[in-house]
């Protein structure tokens, strides 16, 4: 390319490449570092997860035993498991009870720390001890709470002529158990994910509404519940997505007993991968499991958008 210079002569320039001054690379220097842990400590044991899903892995074996791929008949041994589908029978039966009261208390519990009144700063902090605790405590805590000898939950029901239970270790209500624990600890969790959604509701559309007559229902059903149900709707997803994956509280409580009627997903992989030792069926049940998840999450946030397209 030919450029006039300021004297008049004519100079040839080449189309040289552009050069990236070294102040524009640094943020993406500074990521390095998190990449690498995460592609180390994520990606790579992912990868050998699903490698070793396909080979016929037992640590019960000789070490001077091959280890040969098997193709997917891990997987139609754990498919066609009754053990496996066992737990995730278990599993929904737990979580889909605690996910439908979570939602409702949170909500709930956001409407009302959500209005205007003395004390409600305190209420907001007190509110959020019990998903602070660690859920190893957490499980002790019940541990005690529902013994049937020194429990404070069979000292109180007896005020009401309600007799002694072993509630963790009774078929009738092992289960329930789980779901009210997990209740207790997540739903403040949902309760300031609701009350966040609810504070940036502009408050027009509610005074109009109160204006026109509407009562406390109306408001809530016609102007408040459309516009936080997309964030119901998240909250519904990433909560599925944490309960799905419950086991430390499990774990300390019930160990998965009485039997194995409180032996969740989590739990069984557990328990087969470290009391059997076989690793492929194990990768693959958690490759199978790890592929549910991010079906569920898919699903919720497909739904959230379409909710939202139609203004739902």
Not at 162 to 185: C, L, N, P, Q
Not at 273 to 294: D, N
């Amino acid at each position: 390319m030919l450029v006039q210079s300021k004297g008049g002569i004519l100079r040839s320039f080449k189309n040289e490449p552009r050069k990236v001054p070294l102040r524009n690379l640094s943020p993406y220097a500074l990521l390095v570092p998190a990449v690498v842990i995460i592609f180390t400590l994520r990606v790579v044991p992912m990868i050998l997860a699903i490698y070793l899903s396909f080979t016929d892995t037992d640590l019960t074996k000789s070490t001077a035993a091959i280890t040969q791929l098997v193709g997917f008949n891990n997987y139609n041994t754990v498919l066609t498991s009754t053990d496996f589908w066992q737990a995730i029978n278990t599993t929904a039966w737990i979580v889909i009870p605690a996910l439908l009261l979570e939602m409702l208390f949170g909500l709930g519990i956001a409407l009302w720390l959500n209005r205007d009144f003395r004390g409600r700063s305190i209420f907001r902090g007190i509110s959020l001890l019990p998903f602070l605790l660690v859920p190893i405590v957490i499980g002790e805590f019940f541990r005690m709470f529902y013994s049937a000898q020194f429990g404070e939950l069979n000292y109180y029901l007896k005020f009401f002529g309600i007799g002694a239970h072993a509630w963790i270790t009774e078929i009738g209500t092992a289960r329930w158990a789980i779901v009210f624990m997990e209740v207790w600890h997540t739903t403040p969790f949902v309760m300031i994910l609701c009350l966040a959604g609810l504070s940036g509701i502009p408050k027009e559309p509610i005074e109009a509404a109160l204006v026109d007559g509407a009562n406390y229902w109306q408001r809530f059903r016609y102007v408040v519940l459309p516009a936080i149900l997309p964030i119901l709707l998240a909250i519904l997803v990433l909560r599925a997505m944490d309960a799905l994956q419950i086991f430390d509280e499990i774990y300390v409580l019930t160990g998965g007993g009485p039997g194995r009627l409180t032996s969740v997903i989590n739990l069984y992989l557990y328990q087969f991968g470290f009391s059997q030792f076989k690793i492929g069926q194990t990768t693959a049940a958690v490759t199978i499991f790890v592929a549910s998840i991010c079906i569920v999450a898919m699903t919720g946030f497909s739904g959230r958008r379409i909710s939202k397209k139609f203004g739902l």
